[in-house]
């Protein structure tokens, strides 16, 4: 592959270890600014299916605020997204963090990305996948697969 060939479907994705949906915004801002909100109409509460949330903030302070659920949510815009960026933020089990940007590019903005999510989160825990994200089945264990993982870019 070619430093210049065009890669569909990056994902970087980097722990935080405290949930917070200060950080969930702060990367929105940062990495998709003027993003398209969540259509909240399909969250509802885990004990409470019925329950219809009035907004986004709403919804992700729901997810935020109760102890121990797991909830992925993803952003996206149409317009002025060079890089064709998703953000995504799963929240664990175990009330941990993971951002995600899912983006189309070279190595060298693949790169770009992935040390900037990392120094943005203030984190030494990543990793970088394609297509899919990588399996994990909550912080703990993201933070077991991954730790140590370091890329040569990164050395």
Known sequence: MNNQEIIKDIICQVLVKQKSKEIIYKALNEF???????????????????????????????????????????????????????VGANITNDNMLIISLTLDGTLEIERKYYLR????????????????????DNGQDFIERYELMKYDFEK
């Open 32 to 86: 998709l600014p003027n993003y398209e909100k969540l259509d909240f109409s399909l969250y509802s509460k885990i004990d409470d299916e019925d329950y219809v949330f009035e907004s986004e903030k709403k919804v992700i302070d729901y997810f935020i605020n109760t102890p121990n659920l797991k909830q992925t949510f993803y952003w996206a815009k149409e317009q002025n997204n060079q890089d064709k960026i998703m």
């Open 117 to 136: 999510l990392k120094q943005f989160l203030d984190s030494q825990i990543g990793v970088i996948s394609y297509i899919n994200p990588v399996e994990y």
